[in-house]
């Protein structure tokens, strides 16, 4: 890996670091000082946004404002669409197949995700499936 890693940010991510402390905070703080290349999905962006609106609605501001501010890779829902029913069929879940998709198709270093079917799988391709406190650890963050 050469330059910065590109990190996959599962929407379990993206919410819990703008709602709670912790690792997934400390991530997206690393995010913002530019330590990796954060990347997005176009369905990871709509759910956060939504699952934010509707949960938790006085955090649901900053999420806009994260966009914004810190520089990311965002994947289109055209790049990863058609390789979405492969993902599908490995893992044996339609609803964790757009992101497992798009993380693959993009080329991440890393996909951080708390889902355990997507953790189970380990490696799909290039991209490597770990948990926050393992991508914090293994960089040093």
Same mark, same amino acid.
């Given at each position: 890996?050469?330059?910065?890693? $590109?990190?996959?940010?599962?929407?379990?991510?993206?919410?819990?670091?703008? @709602?709670?402390?912790?690792?997934?905070?400390?991530?997206?703080?690393?995010?913002?000082?530019?330590?990796?290349?954060?990347?997005?999905?176009? /369905?990871?962006?709509?759910?956060?946004?939504?699952?934010?609106?509707?949960?938790?609605?006085?955090?649901?501001?900053?999420?806009?404002?994260?966009?914004?501010? @810190?520089?990311?890779?965002?994947?289109?829902?055209?790049?990863?669409?058609?390789? @979405?029913?492969?993902?599908?069929?490995?893992?044996?879940?339609?609803? /964790?197949?757009?992101?497992?998709?798009?993380?693959?198709?993009? $080329?991440? /270093?890393?996909?951080?995700?708390? /889902?355990?079917?997507?953790?189970?799988? $380990?490696? @799909?391709?290039?991209?490597?499936?770990?948990?926050?406190?393992?991508?914090? $650890?293994?960089?040093?963050?």
């Amino acid at each position: 890996m050469t330059g910065k890693p $590109k990190v996959f940010l599962d929407t379990n991510i993206l919410i819990s670091g703008m @709602v709670f402390a912790g690792n997934e905070r400390k991530l997206l703080e690393a995010a913002i000082d530019r330590k990796f290349v954060p990347m997005l999905s176009s /369905d990871v962006i709509d759910e956060a946004k939504e699952a934010l609106r509707r949960k938790f609605p006085k955090q649901a501001v900053l999420f806009p404002l994260f966009l914004r501010t @810190v520089k990311h890779e965002k994947i289109s829902r055209r790049a990863y669409r058609r390789s @979405v029913r492969r993902y599908a069929e490995l893992i044996g879940d339609r609803t /964790d197949a757009p992101i497992l998709a798009a993380a693959v198709v993009s $080329k991440a /270093d890393y996909l951080v995700t708390g /889902d355990k079917r997507l953790l189970a799988l $380990k490696k @799909v391709g290039g991209t490597e499936i770990i948990q926050t406190r393992e991508l914090l $650890k293994k960089f040093r963050m």
